[in-house]
């Protein structure tokens, strides 16, 4: 390795900047974790907190996260290694897989000294999972039966209930040795026709039964159903409806004339379909669970389907209204803020932020880190850690998707960039490999083998285009051949676009490919995820290929600068792209004329609290109610509107009243003045409640 490359891959290792939704002043910004964590169910044991997590068919399975503070998340657990079925498919065998199948959904519950997470596997029905210590080991019950995407609820008199089902929701009792449901005592407990979907969390709270839900039916709500009785009947409202967080559905894959797509069908055209920027969809925070910490508060713990990412967790409070446990602050219930205060639990205080994973990785040690999954189950034999380096022997495939022991992680937001060296010496004849991003479409870049020679490529399965370059050794080689390759992915999630790039020194990349549109789709339902990966496209047991010096690298993480303290800004709405004016007759309107009118700076109150001072001396204030609520200007401080400033990223932000729980905003088209009763930004951000500041 070069001096350059050398002192650039130590570079990566020393950064520690991974995204973490604490912002070390006492508040968080969602998401919780920038990258794919679906399906969230959360569980709280004394003063720790776990995460339970879908995994579909990427093994280790059932991933489970610990917290004392709900928000900085530390991977301690999976419940298994790998899929225990004989089953070709679980293995990525002779053309048959798992893709959108395998485990999901899961519940994890505590009850008598045991831990219980409760999952579905496809074909399989329904499995258990128990541990008298969460970090394991697990012992996996086959319960079997048709019940999937459930809750479970220990009662008091030590019966255990599962609920499950969409629209149509049942209730079934379990046998205790978590040998099986008892299938006669499966009763209906709300009929369809009442609104109610899927992804069941069902509570006893105050001896009232809670069944929060996830529908679809036209888009993503949550709902919450109660009774006293676990057998009903049910009175069911929305929690929370339509909370983006000013973000619009991602461009979706599409298969025309496939529900399903055949990973191994040449020729499958694909679509992409342009992201719809104002639709809610599935973009609003819904499928999830509730807790309650020390001090008394509750909290919801969320997913919504974020751009080309997957599905992300996020964390938002709850208030009790008429014993309804309502998402978001009085006075906006329904919607929840990106960035809150921290719960406030004494012994979780002084803790640092963290963040879930470790992604960089020089493969030196004598196990991968938890951040690793394969996609399918892996052949053991096939794969090792030696001398510093990640080897994958090359079995037969026709393309990526069909490779067997690829090694995956999940992509990480809002910016990264990932690079891993290739070690192509042990590469036969018809061998690939190389970095590449398993989705539905999938690409890559790597090193193709043909005879002697080798080429490298970039393929794009969505134009089933291919680029190949020929290589040139560094000037500084050895030898003339190419033994070692650096292939990188950049990635910028939040506006679905990634690229491929290449070097020869590891100082000097060249981009190969197009800017290709990223997509997030409900085939393998998930987003995109990088993966080592070594095949034989000439259906032979191959070579090997060799891995080291995985590192990825996050632009944006540090978000210490987003809040513009000590700076004089202009304040730019982003529905209009007109400055913000303090108005000489005492409101807040638009022009497109600089002034000290338009030049505003922040008074510090602490915890991203803020006032807003106008170039002249004014401040901002709130003079009314509601709709009728001015932004007015004042020279009296113990007058000024205090704010949670909202990080929106790239200079982006909203104006949360803590007085009021609403954002400041200006309609775009009425022409009226700016006023303090904006319940959030829309998908699009384009309804005048987002702001962006200019220095």
């Known amino acids: 390795m070069s001096l350059i490359a050398s002192v650039l891959v130590a570079w990566a290792y020393a950064q520690p900047r991974s995204w973490t939704a604490d912002n070390g002043n ?97 074909g399989k029905g329904l499995q258990c999972y128990t541990a008298n210590d969460i970090r394991g080991p ?39 040795d978590m040998s099986g449901p008892i299938e006669e005592t499966e009763r ?147 919607r929840a803020p990106r960035t809150w205060f921290k719960p406030q639990i ?17 493969f030196d040690g004598k196990k991968l880190g938890r951040v690793w999954q394969w996609n399918h189950n892996p052949d053991e034999k096939k794969w090792s850690l030696r001398k510093g380096r990640l080897r994958l022997t090359a079995m037969p495939a026709e393309q990526l998707m069909w490779a067997r022991n690829s090694l995956t992680q999940r992509v990480i937001g809002p910016t990264s960039v990932t690079t891993v060296e290739l070690y192509t010496q042990g590469m036969k004849d018809g061998d690939v490999a190389g970095l590449g991003n398993i989705n539905i479409p999938c690409s890559w870049i ?17 134009t089933n285009d291919t680029v190949d370059v020929a290589l040139t050794a560094p000037a500084d080689a050895r030898k003339t051949d190419i033994s070692r390759v650096f ?66 690298l996050e632009p944006k993480a540090d978000r210490s600068g987003n809040i513009p303290y000590g700076k004089t800004f202009r304040i730019i709405n982003v529905a209009t792209e007109r400055m913000a004016e303090a108005t000489p007759h005492g409101v807040l309107y638009d022009t497109t004329r600089d002034s000290k009118l338009t030049h505003f700076r922040i008074i510090d109150r602490g915890q991203g609290k803020v006032l807003l001072q106008c170039e002249d001396g004014r401040y901002l204030m709130c003079s009314g109610f509601g709709i009728a609520g001015d932004v007015r200007m004042t020279t009296d401080i113990e007058q000024a509107e205090e704010f949670l400033w909202q990080d929106y990223l790239d200079h982006e932000f909203m104006l949360l009243s803590l007085r009021n729980h609403r954002y400041v905003g200006k309609s775009p088209t009425t022409g009226s003045p700016y006023s303090m009763d904006f319940t959030g930004a829309d998908p699009a951000r384009r309804n005048g409640s987002v702001l962006r500041w200019e220095e």
């Open 26 to 122: 006492g508040t968080f910004t969602n998401p919780l974790i920038y990258d794919e964590f679906s399906d969230p169910d959360i569980l709280r044991v004394g003063d720790d907190y776990y995460l339970a997590g879908t995994t579909m068919h990427t093994v280790p399975g059932l991933v489970i996260l610990h917290s004392r503070d709900l928000v900085n998340w530390e991977n301690i657990s999976y419940c298994f290694d790998r899929f225990d079925f004989d089953n070709e498919a679980f293995s990525l065998k002779n053309h048959k897989e798992i893709y959108g199948q395998g485990i999901w959904a899961p519940c994890i519950r505590y009850a008598n000294g045991t831990f219980y997470v409760f999952s579905n596997v496809n």
């Open 138 to 176: 697990w012992e996996h019950h086959n319960m079997k039966g048709t019940i999937y995407d459930l809750s479970v609820l220990f009662d008091d008199d030590g019966k255990i209930y599962a609920i499950h089902g969409y629209g149509e929701v049942k209730c079934t009792e379990l046998k205790p």
């Open 188 to 334: 209906t407990i709300i009929p369809e026709g009442n609104a109610v979907g899927e992804g069941h969390h069902m509570y006893k709270i105050d001896g009232m039964y809670y069944l929060v839900s996830t529908d679809y039916k036209p888009n993503g709500r949550t709902l919450c159903s109660r009774s006293k009785s676990i057998w009903g009947p049910y009175e069911t409202i929305t929690i929370t409806a339509d909370e983006t967080f000013g973000y619009h559905p991602a461009p979706m894959t599409q298969v025309p004339g496939n529900q399903k797509y055949r990973i191994g069908e040449d020729g499958t055209k694909f679509g992409i379909l342009p992201a719809d920027y104002n639709a809610t969809a599935c973009t609003n925070i819904h499928q999830g669970g509730i807790v309650q910490d020390q001090s008394g508060q509750w909290w919801a713990l969320l997913m919504m389907d974020f751009h080309s990412i997957g599905r992300t967790v996020t964390l938002a409070p709850i208030t009790w209204k008429e014993g309804w446990p309502m998402l978001g602050l009085e006075g906006n219930l329904g």
């Open 346 to 362: 004494p012994s979780a205080a002084s803790l640092p932020a963290t963040t879930p994973y470790e992604r960089n990785e020089n």
């Open 446 to 462: 790597g090193i193709v083998k043909e005879g002697k020679t080798l080429t490298l490529r970039c393929f794009e399965q969505l």
């Open 487 to 552: 292939l990188r992915f950049v990635g910028n999630f939040d506006k679905d676009q990634g690229h491929y790039e290449y070097s020869t020194d590891g100082v000097n990349f060249t981009q190969v490919g197009r800017e290709m549109t990223l997509s997030y789709q409900l085939i393998t339902f998930q987003g995109s995820r990088l993966a080592l990966f070594a095949f034989n496209h000439k259906g032979s047991e191959g070579g090997y290929a060799e891995f080291d010096n995985f590192t990825v």
